[in-house]
């Protein structure tokens, strides 16, 4: 049959792709809450009934019921025929565990879809905020949205960050890190902790610094930091280094996936610049977008642009309505914030990664520290490029 060449038609294909996307997502979200894929993995190729999985979880056997065959219509379960005197076993389907049942695998994508229902239940506030130019705080999202954040991201940060990242993006820190130097770290947007667990946990004469300004997580990082038993070498601090500036200075400053969602990033990049030593680095993890705005763009510009809209730029917009970034935080953007602080360039460092770029923020020693102490004013933060 031929394709459609009806624009009403592909339209509608289109939203009602979006509409399954979405429920997919929200059952997802569901189904990791209730504990099923963990359930449905441990159980292996015998797979669960509806009452079976039901029990092992706690849940409705009817409900139960009904995700299992949500989920093997969309393809994440397999279905077996019911035989005699049993109902119809379910089992995960190639791939489903390594995606949604492992929270600690480098592939776990389950927290994604708990981060778009946790948007999705303050749909209404993002409109009132449409329409008024004002934001929503990262703390008004919930714990649910906190706690996704930082799920998805803690298994790169822990694993690939302290090594094989470091490596490609800063040769020179990482030598210095294999020879056995105890060098100062600034976890600067620390979130839940897990750049600075990973960093500790590898090299074990690595002291951190983990800033962040949201109470509610920074008591996460704190807990996070004691449960993998660093906290005697991870000091998290509820400190907005933008508005004050720490008393140390550090051999390595860096700010992982943070900085579009600051309202005003070049205080807090001038702030990076001038707590860290003459000999060390600055590096920055943000999102790996197009450099220019084109339309129709690929998943991962579909992706930034959906989360900017629910999240980051509500977020952001509740410290600087006019200039927040967003998610869709492009290079040129990047690298104008870098030189606006003080810096010489933010240089793309050659690191493999979907969805994060990372950038080296490199200084001229020759240059005078007001000009970054003049940027360091939120009313110098001037207007993101276009997009």
């Given at each position: 049959?031929?394709?459609?060449?009806?624009?009403?038609?592909?339209r509608?294909?289109?939203?009602?792709?979006?509409?399954?996307?979405?429920?997919?997502?929200?059952?997802?979200?569901?189904?990791?809450?209730?504990?099923?894929?963990?359930?449905?993995?441990?159980?292996?190729?015998?797979?669960?009934t509806?009452a079976?999985?039901a029990?092992?979880?706690?849940?409705?056997?009817?409900?139960?019921?009904?995700?299992?065959?949500?989920?093997?219509?969309?393809?994440?379960?397999?279905?077996g025929?019911?035989?005699?005197?049993?109902?119809?076993?379910?089992?995960?389907?190639?791939?489903?565990?390594?995606?949604?049942?492992?929270?600690?695998?480098l592939t776990?994508?389950?927290?994604?879809?708990t981060?778009?229902?946790?948007?999705?239940?303050?749909?209404?506030?993002i409109?009132?905020g449409?329409?008024?130019?004002?934001?929503?705080?990262?703390?008004?999202?919930?714990?649910?949205?906190m706690?996704?954040?930082?799920?998805?991201?803690?298994p790169?940060?822990?694993?690939?960050?302290?090594?094989?990242?470091?490596?490609?993006?800063?040769?020179?820190?990482?030598?210095?890190?294999?020879s056995?130097?105890?060098?100062?770290?600034?976890?600067?947007?620390?979130?839940?902790?897990w750049?600075?667990v990973g960093?500790?946990?590898?090299?074990?004469?690595?002291?951190?610094?983990?800033?962040?300004?949201?109470?509610?997580?920074?008591?996460?990082?704190?807990?996070?930091?004691?449960?993998?038993?660093?906290?005697?070498?991870?000091?998290v601090?509820?400190h907005d280094?933008?508005?004050?500036?720490?008393e140390?200075?550090?051999?390595?400053?860096?700010?992982?996936?943070?900085?579009h969602?600051?309202?005003?990033?070049?205080?807090?990049?001038?702030a990076?610049?001038?707590?860290?030593?003459?000999?060390?680095?600055?590096?920055?993890?943000?999102?790996?977008?197009?450099?220019?705005?084109?339309?129709?763009?690929?998943?991962?510009?579909?992706?930034?642009?959906?989360?900017?809209?629910?999240?980051?730029?509500?977020?952001a917009?509740?410290?600087?309505p006019?200039?927040?970034?967003?998610?869709?935080?492009?290079r040129?953007?990047?690298q104008?914030?870098?030189?606006?602080?003080g810096?010489?360039?933010?240089l793309e460092?050659?690191?493999e990664?979907?969805?994060?770029?990372?950038?080296?923020?490199?200084?001229?020693?020759?240059r005078?520290?007001?000009?970054?102490?003049?940027?360091?004013?939120?009313?110098?933060?001037?207007?993101?490029?276009?997009?």
């Amino acid at each position: 049959m031929e394709p459609s060449t009806d624009p009403v038609a592909e339209r509608a294909s289109a939203v009602l792709e979006a509409v399954l996307g979405a429920t997919d997502a929200l059952t997802i979200a569901i189904g990791t809450e209730l504990g099923y894929y963990r359930a449905l993995d441990h159980a292996g190729a015998t797979g669960l009934t509806p009452a079976g999985l039901a029990v092992r979880v706690g849940a409705s056997e009817r409900y139960t019921r009904e995700w299992l065959e949500q989920q093997a219509v969309a393809g994440f379960l397999l279905a077996g025929e019911p035989t005699t005197g049993e109902e119809r076993r379910f089992r995960l389907a190639p791939g489903t565990a390594e995606v949604l049942a492992w929270p600690d695998a480098l592939t776990t994508m389950a927290p994604l879809a708990t981060m778009v229902a946790a948007a999705g239940a303050q749909w209404r506030r993002i409109v009132a905020g449409a329409r008024t130019g004002s934001g929503l705080g990262w703390s008004e999202y919930g714990p649910d949205m906190m706690r996704a954040q930082a799920d998805v991201n803690a298994p790169p940060l822990r694993t690939l960050l302290p090594d094989a990242w470091l490596r490609d993006a800063l040769p020179a820190t990482h030598a210095r890190l294999e020879s056995g130097e105890a060098l100062l770290v600034a976890d600067v947007g620390c979130g839940a902790g897990w750049a600075s667990v990973g960093l500790a946990r590898r090299w074990p004469r690595v002291r951190v610094h983990a800033y962040d300004v949201d109470p509610a997580t920074v008591a996460l990082a704190r807990e996070v930091t004691a449960s993998h038993r660093v906290a005697d070498r991870v000091e998290v601090r509820a400190h907005d280094i933008g508005a004050r500036l720490p008393e140390e200075r550090y051999d390595l400053t860096l700010a992982v996936e943070c900085v579009h969602d600051l309202p005003h990033p070049v205080p807090v990049l001038a702030a990076m610049r001038e707590m860290t030593r003459p000999d060390g680095a600055v590096l920055v993890v943000d999102e790996k977008v197009a450099d220019r705005f084109t339309a129709p763009g690929d998943e991962v510009e579909r992706l930034m642009y959906g989360y900017s809209t629910l999240i980051c730029l509500p977020d952001a917009m509740t410290g600087n309505p006019e200039h927040a970034t967003g998610t869709v935080i492009r290079r040129p953007t990047m690298q104008r914030y870098a030189r606006e602080a003080g810096f010489t360039d933010a240089l793309e460092r050659p690191v493999e990664h979907d969805m994060w770029r990372f950038y080296e923020l490199t200084r001229d020693s020759a240059r005078s520290t007001s000009s970054a102490t003049s940027a360091a004013h939120p009313q110098d933060s001037v207007t993101p490029a276009p997009p």
